[in-house]
């Protein structure tokens, strides 16, 4: 069951309040550039990402924000650090809400940034970071503990309810997985902020999926999370393909397709790793929630995949494509990726 947390707004997208999870990613390129960021974000969205984040590290990207904005469909949030003014710009140019660090930022200006964004109606994310703690509390701790990162998040909520602001999220990265579970675990017993997921750092896609997929998905578990990021080095397209993996993997959100295929054995007789890999291609985008199985063989293959809407199983030269385990026909090999996508789109 969902923990439930106060409501808040990033542009036309609700978070927490018990609205479903939300999905978001940052783009990779120079903000500065508004072709390349527009094009970017274009992908995202169509991914799937329902949120994006830039990096603003110059007043020349927070001025660009304004191009980018008018140009995207889905909400902004300007990437802060160290620079308030930065901060207080990039919502005077329509950013729909700002990701800060108070960690690394000038506390006594905070109250500069609250005006702003209470006069804008943007969101603020307070963005605890292991990387970034401040000094006395990592002295403390001896280090960027969860205990550490709890206690600076707890610190800056003060700050903000004592500024009489409150339309913020909170999140508590670390690139250590148990460190990112124990302190979200506990910031989820002492607020009802809305909370955003993610292993900060995580690495390549592939060790980025097993970070996030263990530290967010044990998180979702528990009922904690309202919005998510995997954090990927490399293309941010694929950040959003593991993200609502996690989330269909869980039940948590039913977004896009939902890919069964095994890992083959002896009895294969077709190209499944051909096969697979071009159903995904010709998948990619698609929004519905669908599951569809990818069998290598067509004596268990449908037995084995009954729960999935649709179906293929490879035989010698030929297939059979199936229903929720029931048999429609046999194809042959070369027509089988044509015949499933048909089935698909008449599904859909």
């Not at 927490?16 to 903000?31: E, I, L, R, Y």
């Not at 904690?224 to 039940?251: K, Q």
């Not at 948590?252 to 009895?267: L, Q």
Request: charged share 25%; proline share 3%.
């Amino acid at each position: 069951m969902r923990r439930k947390t106060r409501e808040i707004q990033v542009g036309s997208v609700k978070i927490g309040g018990g609205a479903p999870v939300v999905v978001q990613s940052m783009t990779c390129t120079d903000t500065r550039d508004v072709e390349a960021t527009v094009h970017q974000t274009g992908q995202l969205e169509a991914a799937g990402c329902e949120i994006v984040r830039v990096a603003v590290p110059d007043m020349k990207a927070a001025a660009a924000i304004s191009a980018i904005r008018s140009r995207i469909g889905i909400p902004l949030i300007a990437d802060i650090h160290f620079d308030h003014r930065l901060a207080m710009e990039s919502m005077r140019q329509g950013a729909d809400a700002i990701r800060i660090n108070p960690g690394n930022m000038d506390r006594d200006r905070i109250s500069d940034v609250v005006l702003v964004a209470r006069e804008r109606g943007a969101s603020i994310r307070i963005g605890v970071n292991a990387g970034s703690l401040e000094k006395d509390i990592l002295k403390a701790h001896g280090g960027p503990t969860a205990p550490a990162l709890v206690e600076s998040a707890l610190r800056n909520i003060e700050l903000f309810e004592g500024l009489g602001f409150y339309s913020f999220k909170l999140s508590l990265k670390s690139s250590d997985v148990a460190t990112t579970i124990e302190a979200y675990r506990a910031i989820s017993e002492q607020t009802d902020y809305p909370l955003h997921l993610g292993v900060t750092e995580a690495g390549s896609l592939l060790r980025s999926a097993i970070k996030s997929s263990i530290g967010l998905g044990i998180l979702l578990y528990d009922g904690i999370g309202d919005t998510i990021r995997v954090s990927v080095t490399g293309d941010p397209v694929s950040e959003v393909d593991v993200a609502y993996g996690i989330l269909r993997a869980l039940g948590t959100r039913k977004v896009g397709p939902d890919i069964i295929s095994c890992p083959t054995c002896g009895r294969c007789e077709i190209d499944l790793f051909g096969l697979t890999d071009e159903v995904e291609k010709r998948l990619a985008g698609m929004k519905r929630y669908m599951k569809i199985a990818i069998m290598g063989c067509v004596v268990n293959g449908p037995g084995e995949a009954a729960e999935a809407d649709v179906g293929i199983a490879g035989g010698r030269h030929m297939g059979l494509l199936f229903k929720k385990g029931e048999i429609v026909r046999k194809v042959k090999e070369a027509d089988l990726v044509d015949a499933l996508m048909d089935e698909i789109h008449k599904m859909a």
